[in-house]
Every structure is written in C-alpha cells, then in structure tokens.
C-alpha cells in the first residue's frame, strides 16, 4: 500500500502461520431423537461378525488421527445415552457401544479458514537456558477459524532470543479438546447483574427469587420449570430464559491433559447452540505482585446472534476458567487488561462505543463500570474507529499502547500511544503515522487490507509484535522500543 507510515525501522521475522486443514478435532455428531433411534436401529441389526468388522476398519482409518480414538467413541455414546434418557443399552458389548459412538462422531478441521488475530506472552515454564541467559520461551496465541466461521483459540510456543528473533517449536498434528469442568455452584448475582446488563432480568426475576444466593444448575432447571408452568411464556420471556442458559454455559472450566503440548490444545466453543466464537482473546501475563503471574484473556463470545464479553483465566495454560464479564462496561469488543494493578485497582482499556478508546478500573476483574474516554480517531487512518492492540505494555516512559486504526476503504493500521503511567488516562505521546500498515502481499484474505494485532512482548529492548494479515494468517515482527519513543509525538495536555 503507499499510506506513509511512521519511521520506526521494522524487521520482519521469516515466519508465515497459515492455516492447516489437517488438524481436526473431533465433535459430538448431534441428530434429533427420531433419528438417534433410527441410527441405533440400522446398527445393532448388523450381525456381530459385521459390527466387529466396521468398527475394526473405523478405528484403523482415524487412530493416528486421535490419540484415543475408543474413549472418543465411548464418550461420545454416553453423551448420547444421556441425551435419550433410556438405560435399554446399557448391556450392549462395548464394541456395539464404540461402533454407535462412531456413528455420532464427526471431525472438524479447526484451522481450515484462518489463523489470525495473535498474542504473545512468557511462557510459564521457562527453560533452563532462558532462565541463564537472555533467551525467552514464549507462548502465542491464534483465533482459528473453520467450517461455518467457528472460531477457538490455539496455541505455539517458541524460543526468543536476545534481539527478538523467535524460532518455533515443532507442531504436534494432533489437536485435543479439553474436558469441561462443570462449577458446582453459580453466582445469583452476578447473574442478575448480567441478566440487567443486558435487559433481560425483569422478564426473569420470579426465577431468581426461588434460588439461593448461590445456586446449581438444577436448581435453576427446576425454578425454571415451575416459571413456566403458570403459562404461556411470551416471546421475549422465553428470548430471556435462553439468555439466563446460554451464560450458564458460558462460565465452567476446562483442562488439558498435563502430557499434550501446548500445540495439541484448542479452546473451542462448546455447541453452535450456545457460542459460535471465541473472538480474538487478548492474552497478557498478569503480575500479582508476589512474583507469581496469572495469565488472562478477554475475549468475545458469539452466538450468532448476541456478543458476550469473557475472561480466560489460567496459570499453566493446562487448566482455564471461562468467566462472563458483568456491568454496564462489559459492553462491547476489544477489551485489554493492564498487566498490574494501577493505584491498587484493576485496570482494562476498552472500545465501548465500537468507536474510540477508553479505560475502566475495577475492584473485581469480573465487573466493570465507568469507561472513560482517553482517544478519539484523530488521523485520517483511524478516522472509522480507534481500538487497542493487545495489552498495555509497561516501560520507563509510560503504557505503550498499541492501536489499529480503521481508515479509508476499511484499511486496519496499528498504530501506538503512550499513557501516563501513573495516570493512563492521560496520553503523553502518540504516532501519527501508522506504525504497520499491510503489504501488499497482506492486503488479499478473507477480510482485505487488515493488519491486527491481540499483543505484543517487550523483550530487552526490543518489541515482539505477532500480526495477522487480512484475517487469513499471520506473521511476526520486531523494532526496537527506543526507536519507537523517538518517533512519538508529545501530546499537550
């Protein structure tokens, strides 16, 4: 593109992250009931020699596929048995179990569309080498998107060394889902703050007066049955009931196998009935002041109809907490947290308006109000909208906070500002040129003309920035931060 951008000298890695059609997952192959029984029917009537025969040559074709292809068919058939409500094949031989479950298995290319939308922070467990040196182990993270624009998040990890430069760790082509840790026990009001949030608790509010201040699902299953028992329930209250259902699947917890690498985990949405999305999570390692560090991600869900603002929560990258976001500040997408606490409260840049830039704090990292505005679009690249890149980066001289900027044609720039760090609702400094614009190698993908960014690492004196071109697949550049300051432009307050 011949936009002038800023003179920040940037030297791009050799590296291109495209997708990768191979790596599949596997998910629960759902029908209605009518035609689960048809399907069990047609199966079971198959004599015993050609049941073994099928699921022998089944097993043959996708076991270097899975790790554990039988469990995958064994779970899958309890689901199954659990969604009919019937004990009648609890006796059947495990092979007629594993070959039904078969049956409603379906594999699903994660990374058939894109690979876009990165972060990078330190990984947890660093090696002996980084430890003694310079070098830096890392973790990035990618929105995956296949069939049907499911998007999940996933993960690589490689190895930078003292400028910056990053060399990959070999990618396993197996992909695993995590287990669902399902919470015992849910909040009544932060439901009832989110439900408000969102108009809906009015319509709901006789449910919530039969449940306990903390409550489990079937609690609330049996609350909900007696609410609709005193009539025809309208169409908004029903519009409400599948809201309150959709947010209780929105927060559980997940885990990985402590022996997969960190290549083989997807964080995938949990049913196209509840989340298509898990939309571009902003990764950043969070200090809690006593040398340990959690890691978080807000991030957006979509269901193909509503967005809900969430939080990944982990501190090994194997185990995570998924958490909806409350208050009148959990409104919109793009929300990046501080990796510290600010004058002793948690703090989050935010794009509220879908239009400009603004930061929050908070008590609670689930609970955010207030926004107040820091960055309107100020240069003909940013004109459309403003919004962060990631994280805040903490350095000397203030926040670094890198931008994109939506300008002519819908073109995505990254730009950069600098927040008082003291004050970061103050801008110091700021480019006025972009700092990444696309190349035009970048500009054709699935959405043209976009460079996009979830965040970058300060690495000694250098910047790690990971960037997606036109949300299709992405790359990694590096500069120097002091080459950075030099460009920035004073901003009279």
């Avoid at 005193?230 to 699947?249: P, V």
């Avoid at 998924?322 to 989050?348: C, D, E, H, V, W």
């Amino acid at each position: 593109m011949n936009y002038a951008h800023s003179k920040v000298r940037i030297y791009r890695q050799k590296l291109s992250f495209l997708p990768d059609e191979s790596r599949v997952i596997t998910k629960l192959f759902g029908l209605n009931e009518s035609r689960i029984n048809k399907v069990f029917d047609r199966v079971l009537n198959l004599s015993d020699k050609d049941k073994n025969r099928i699921l022998e040559q089944v097993i043959l074709n996708f076991k270097d596929r899975h790790k554990n292809i039988k469990r995958i068919f064994k779970d899958n058939f309890d689901e199954i048995i659990r969604h009919l409500n019937v004990t009648i094949y609890n006796d059947l031989s495990l092979e007629s179990k594993l070959l039904l479950g078969a049956y409603f298995t379906l594999e699903y290319s994660i990374e058939s569309a894109a690979l876009f939308n990165p972060s990078i922070v330190p990984h947890p467990f660093q090696t002996e080498a980084a430890i003694t040196g310079k070098n830096l182990k890392v973790i990035l993270s990618f929105r995956a998107v296949g069939e049907g624009h499911m998007s999940s998040v996933v993960f690589r990890s490689g190895i930078l060394d003292e400028e910056g430069n990053i060399q990959m760790d070999s990618i396993s082509h197996l992909v695993e889902m995590a287990k669902i840790i399902h919470s015992v026990e849910y909040s009544k009001q932060d439901f009832i703050m989110k439900l408000s949030d969102m108009g809906h608790y009015d319509l709901v509010k006789p449910i919530f007066d039969e449940l306990l201040d903390a409550f489990t699902t079937d609690e609330l299953d049996e609350s909900v049955r007696r609410f609709k028992e005193k009539g025809t329930l309208t169409k908004e209250e029903e519009t409400a009931i599948d809201t309150l259902y959709w947010i209780i699947r929105s927060n559980y917890e997940i885990e990985f196998n402590e022996e997969s690498d960190i290549s083989e985990r997807a964080i995938f949405p949990r049913s196209t009935t509840d989340i298509r999305a898990i939309e571009d999570a902003r990764f950043v390692a969070y200090s809690n002041g006593d040398g340990s560090y959690t890691y978080y991600a807000p991030y957006t869900a979509f269901n193909g109809i509503s967005i809900l603002p969430q939080l990944i929560e982990t501190k090994d990258f194997y185990r995570f907490k998924i958490k909806t976001m409350t208050g009148p500040g959990s409104q919109n997408k793009g929300m990046a947290l501080f990796p510290r606490k600010i004058n002793g409260k948690y703090a989050m840049i935010s794009r509220n308006d879908n239009e400009n830039l603004f930061l929050m704090y908070s008590d609670s990292l689930n609970y955010w109000e207030n926004p107040v505005l820091i960055r309107e679009p100020k240069y003909f690249w940013e004109f459309i909208q403003i919004g962060n890149s990631g994280a805040p980066i903490k350095t000397k001289k203030g926040w670094l906070l890198l931008t994109h900027g939506v300008g002519p044609v819908r073109t995505y720039s990254l730009g950069a500002i600098l927040l008082d760090l003291k004050d970061p609702s103050k801008v110091i400094a700021e480019l006025q040129e972009p700092l990444l614009i696309p190349r035009e190698a970048e500009r054709n993908g699935y959405v043209p003309n976009v460079v996009y960014s979830c965040g970058a690492l300060l690495h000694n004196e250098w910047i790690v920035l990971p960037y997606a071109a036109s949300d299709t697949r992405s790359g990694v550049v590096r500069f120097k931060l002091e080459d950075l300051m030099q460009q920035m432009v004073p901003v009279s307050t």
